[in-house]
Every structure is written in C-alpha cells, then in structure tokens.
C-alpha cells in the first residue's frame, strides 16, 4: 500500500524550460555579485571552501571560484555547494517577484489531492532544500508547502545512487514498498527500484517508450489511476 509519494522536481512538478531558461540564467546573472558581497559571511564561507576543494582550485582566488560555479551552472552540474548557493540567490529573487515558480495545474491538482487524503509527500531534488522550499512556497498557483512533510537533497545522496534512498526510507521509518518515487529521468527511477520503492516515471512530452517494465505516466492524473488501483 503507497502511503508516502516522493516527487522529483525538474520536469516532474515543474517544467524543464523553467529551471534551464529562468532558474540558471538567474543564478548566472546574479550570483558573482552575491558571492562578492557576502563571501565572508559564514553560510557563504562554507560553501566556497567546498568549491576550492572539488575543483582543486585556490581558496583566496575568488574570481576563479565564481568562474568555475558559472561553468558548473552552464554544464547543469548538481553539485551541492553550487546548489547551495543558487538557493541562496533565488531567495533574492523570490523575495523581490522577479521569480515565481513553475509548477504544472495536474501536479498542483493532485499534489493538495493526494495530502487532504492523507498521503506524505516529500520532495527529492538536487536542488538544495532552501531551493525546493522556495519553488513551491512561490509558485503561479500559490504556496504548496504546507502540503509537503519534507524535503531532501544531495545532502542523503545523489539521485542516481540506490543508498539514497536507502538513507531517505531510514529517516522516513517507513518500508520502501510503501514510497512512491516519481520523476522524469530513467536512472533516478532505477535507483529508487535497487531500493526497493515503487516508482512512476513522468513523460510529459515526446514518444512513449515500449515496454519499459515500470509505470509511464503523461501526468499525475495518471499518476492517480496507480494510487486508485492499490
Ligand atoms: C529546486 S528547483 C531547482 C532545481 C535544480 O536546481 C535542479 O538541478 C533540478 O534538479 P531535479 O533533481 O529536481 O531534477
Ligand atoms: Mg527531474
């Protein structure tokens, strides 16, 4: 019995275009100044230490530092201290309007759905927790945090490694047959599996693959036929 869905975000809740078209080229513009101004400040700090260390790179050489976190957003690389630190720029940008988050009218439907029928939901992202809380505290359709019990980044792992959610079902308690874990990119979804959860994989554009052994959905309306037939 599925009692606990969680949900990726990029291209599951909210749309590709959103984080690549809105999200990156907002922390690309606006994130040296940001490291500029509070490099020292210790949250900041923290996350630059472990800039230079991953990228072998000078602590003190600031620039290069911003150089490389530009050239990790560029690549769409998930790592956590870029992450951190994007979440920390979008925060300016959540707070001032300029930013509200995408997220689809099926997944905001049956996400409120799925929490007043008595569901946990959780989100499993790359992007920080700060990110994720932001995302949907400020979407076009209003804030939807209050239907989330949680939240989980690279901090447990990343999204392709099995021990993640392994170490996400430890924290929930629950057992991995009771978690539905949705998302649009394969590996993710054969992770979660080599852990036991059940999975539904989004495909919200293109061709449908064949065959695939796991649960296909267009949308979470989809999504809700798997939870009705249990
Ligand atoms: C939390 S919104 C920004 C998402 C993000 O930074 C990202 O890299 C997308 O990761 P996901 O695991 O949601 O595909
Ligand atoms: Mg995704």
Not at 132 to 146: S, V
Not at 162 to 170: E, G, M, T, V
Not at 200 to 208: K, M
Request: hydrophobic share 40%; aromatic share 10%; charged share 25%.
């Amino acid at each position: 019995m599925i009692r606990v869905v969680l949900t990726d975000i990029e291209g599951t809740t909210s749309s590709i275009s959103f984080v690549h078209d809105v999200l990156f080229p907002y922390a690309s513009e606006h994130l040296p100044a940001f490291v500029r101004a509070h490099k020292d400040r210790p949250d900041v700090f923290r996350q630059l230490d472990m800039v230079a260390e991953s990228a072998g790179q000078a602590r003190q050489d600031i620039e290069s530092l911003i150089d490389t976190l530009l050239a990790w957003i560029r690549e769409d690389r998930k790592e956590t201290p870029l992450k951190a630190l994007q979440g920390m720029v979008w925060a300016e940008g959540y707070a001032s309007g300029e930013l509200k988050g995408h997220i689809y009218q099926d997944a905001a439907e049956h996400l409120r759905l799925w929490h007043d029928r008595g569901l946990r939901l959780f989100v499993y992202s790359s992007g920080s927790v700060q990110a994720q809380k932001l995302i949907f505290g400020h979407t076009i359709a209003g804030d939807f945090t209050p239907f989330f019990s949680g939240y989980f980044d690279t901090g447990v792992g990343g999204k392709k490694e099995p021990d993640s959610y392994r170490n996400i079902l430890a924290e929930l308690g629950v057992q991995a047959s009771s978690v539905l874990f949705l998302s649009d990119v394969e590996a993710e979804l054969e992770a979660a599996e080599a852990a036991g959860l059940r999975t539904a994989w989004l495909i919200r554009d293109g061709e449908l693959p064949e065959e695939t052994g796991r649960f296909v959905a267009r949308d979470f309306s989809e999504v809700e036929t798997l939870l009705r037939k249990q």
